[in-house]
């Protein structure tokens, strides 16, 4: 026979309260996920130690997404900048512009930074509003200083020419040559010994040559800002920028932070904690 199911006499029907806690919260509100959480976790390296960025907007007219250009850059930088743990960090922020150059150096905060354009402050302009031109200025800079640097240019790089790519081979090359190899004609001698310059471009779309930014050989990448704008994809950009893989000393396979037998399996067997697999296996 059939199973009826007991059904309740009366025929009052209720409705729970809506749960909108979940909802609380706006999608134009930004909560930056803790990144040095993550590098204490992974025993993650500092890798960077010169930062500097571009915002170049192709022009102040310019919409994307049904927003001007500049305040979409400005909204992914803030989020850059609200995602950047707390490190030692030389270097500045500009924009593209023609207003004589301001080299404003010193070390890099992006709480100082949002704090100062918050309170309306411009960034201070690179002297240029060519992109290949305020390249060449990063590079000029960045051989006065020492250790790894990164360049991040947020910006819309749909019509990158020769130019362009040009003056991101000279930054390049600059961290990959000799202290005092001449990379630009002015140029001729710089007390660097960093052993790299990384490029990366934060685009507006991933619609273009990307072959020299993404050069296999070559320290850095190209990403669409809409790929970095949600907290945790922007907290993943931070850590492949700043910091270095994780680290396998033992060469066993298994991560250092993972590793529950460091130092005992190289050339051994191991099992996924990186202990031997084999107890004869000693």
Not at 66 to 82: C, D, K, S, V
Not at 200 to 217: E, F, G, M
Not at 237 to 257: L, Q, T
Request: aromatic residues 8%.
């Amino acid at each position: 026979m059939e199973h009826v199911m007991d059904m309740p006499l009366s025929q009052d029907r209720t409705v729970d309260d809506y749960k909108i806690q979940p909802f609380s919260v706006g999608v134009h509100l930004f909560d930056p996920v803790a990144v040095s959480s993550i590098a204490d976790e992974k025993l993650l390296d500092q890798r960077i130690a010169n930062l500097f960025v571009l915002i170049a907007p192709r022009s102040d007219t310019a919409i994307y997404r049904g927003y001007p250009q500049n305040i979409y850059l400005r909204e992914i930088f803030r989020r850059f900048n609200r995602t950047l743990p707390h490190m030692p960090l030389h270097g500045g922020a500009w924009a593209l512009s023609e207003s004589p150059a301001e080299n404003i150096a010193g070390g890099y905060s992006g709480v100082r930074i949002e704090k100062s354009m918050d309170r309306g402050v411009e960034l201070p302009s690179i002297g240029s509003s060519d992109l290949a031109s305020a390249i060449d200025r990063i590079t000029s800079l960045s051989a006065t200083k020492k250790g790894s640097s990164a360049l991040i240019v947020f910006g819309d790089m749909r019509s990158m020419g020769q130019d362009v790519e040009e003056s991101i081979l000279r930054f390049r090359q600059q961290g990959d040559f000799n202290a005092g190899f001449q990379v630009l004609p002015d140029l001729s001698n710089w007390n660097s010994d960093s052993p790299m310059n990384c490029f990366y471009a934060v685009n507006l779309t991933a619609n273009h040559s990307s072959s020299v930014i993404d050069d296999v050989d070559s320290c850095g990448f190209s990403v669409a800002a809409d790929k970095v704008a949600q907290p945790r994809d922007m907290a993943h950009f931070v850590e492949r920028v700043f910091f270095s893989p994780p680290a396998d000393k033992d060469g066993d396979g298994i991560y250092d932070y993972l590793d529950q037998c460091p130092g005992e399996g190289r050339g051994r067997i191991v099992d996924s904690r990186g202990c031997l697999r084999f107890k004869g296996d000693e």
